[in-house]
């Protein structure tokens, strides 16, 4: 509308056009007005810092800065007691060049079998096979399979070594029928050490692996199964069209609590093998006492522990990634 025009409507008494009107004069729709500052009695949104500031304070405090202090560390030549001399990267190539750490990191990738892959797979079928049939006694059950977790590895330790000994239960069972010539010190062979000390960790970490499945099988609709058995499926399939996709979120969790068990575990390969027999048994953690506390390496040692803790988050990233693009 022009300008004469809406001067001449307003002299005869109509109303004045709005602001918003388009071509044909209609009021176009308004915009909901700007909100200028709080409402009274409403936080300020940086206040929200201060109820996570206290949880900060403690990471930062009892890991960020533990972490960067042995980062520096780790660019040192230190003994510990002694003026550290600078290494700069040094202590990284070495464990990239040393056969002994390069092998004590393969290890940990036979154990990652044994603590995580293998007591997911079991925990996951004895999760569907209960939850699928009406079992007795479930309490005690559920129980006896969880209660290696709430042991402490120290006694798990000391209880498997005895167990594997050449005096052992394992030993004395094959010498009564008639397989005496299997029987032979577990832990002191080259060959079978590593594997006994990741069956030990196949047994605690199997429990644990089990109640994750189990709470999460209780929310599975049973309609989803009812639909199998329709369509002429058997338990195989229910297992693999039902329970496994139900699961995947525990899955995920699973998965990355035995891996980091698998990597930072240190008390039972210490307390069974101390790394031996040779160096068959050595972990990561294994090779960071040895090289801070009995060779004085301080700055090596603070290398393997960086080194180990890089693998672990790019391990659980890894494993929160596929976790999430399954879930799609």
Not at 7 to 21: I, K, L, N, Q
Not at 133 to 141: L, Q, S
Not at 193 to 201: M, Q, Y
Not at 244 to 256: D, G, I, Q, S
Request: positive net charge; hydrophobic residues 50%; aromatic residues 8%.
């Amino acid at each position: 509308m022009s300008r004469s025009s809406t001067t001449a409507a307003v002299a005869a008494g109509g109303p004045e056009p709005s602001r918003d009107s388009g071509p044909s004069g209609r009021r176009g729709p308004r915009r909901p007005p700007r909100r200028r500052g709080r409402a009274p009695g409403e936080p300020h949104p940086s206040a929200a810092y201060l109820y996570i500031a206290p949880a900060l304070i403690v990471y930062a405090l009892f890991l960020l800065v533990p972490i960067g202090r042995s980062f520096m560390l780790s660019l040192y030549e230190w003994d510990g007691l002694t003026v550290g001399t600078w290494a700069g990267l040094d202590n990284y190539v070495e464990i990239a060049t040393d056969p002994g750490l390069r092998a004590a990191f393969g290890h940990t990738a036979v154990l990652i079998v044994f603590y995580a892959l293998i007591p997911v797979a079991v925990g996951m079928v004895l999760a569907a096979i209960v939850a699928r049939a009406r079992v007795r006694g479930m309490p005690f059950f559920r129980t006896a399979i969880f209660l290696p977790q709430v042991v402490a590895l120290a006694v798990v330790a000391v209880t498997w070594r005895d167990i594997y000994a050449s005096d052992g239960p394992i030993n004395q069972v094959l010498r009564f029928v008639g397989l005496e010539e299997l029987a032979r010190a577990w832990l002191g062979d080259f060959a079978l050490a590593l594997p006994a000390v990741g069956l030990v960790g196949t047994w605690v970490n199997t429990g644990l692996c089990f109640v994750l499945f189990l709470a999460g099988t209780g929310k599975i609709p049973g309609e989803l199964y009812q639909a199998v058995r329709v369509d002429g499926g058997g338990p195989i399939r229910e297992f693999t069209t039902v329970t496994m996709p139900a699961l995947r979120n525990e899955m995920v969790v699973a998965l990355t609590l035995t891996v980091i068990n698998a990597l930072r575990t240190f008390d039972l390969v210490y307390l069974t093998t101390s790394g031996g027999p040779g160096n068959s048994t050595t972990v990561p953690a294994v090779e960071v006492f040895r090289q801070a506390f009995e060779r004085g390496e301080v700055g090596s040692a603070a290398a393997v522990g960086i080194t180990l803790t890089l693998i672990i988050l790019a391990l659980n990233l890894l494993i929160s990634r596929i976790g999430t693009r399954e879930a799609r």
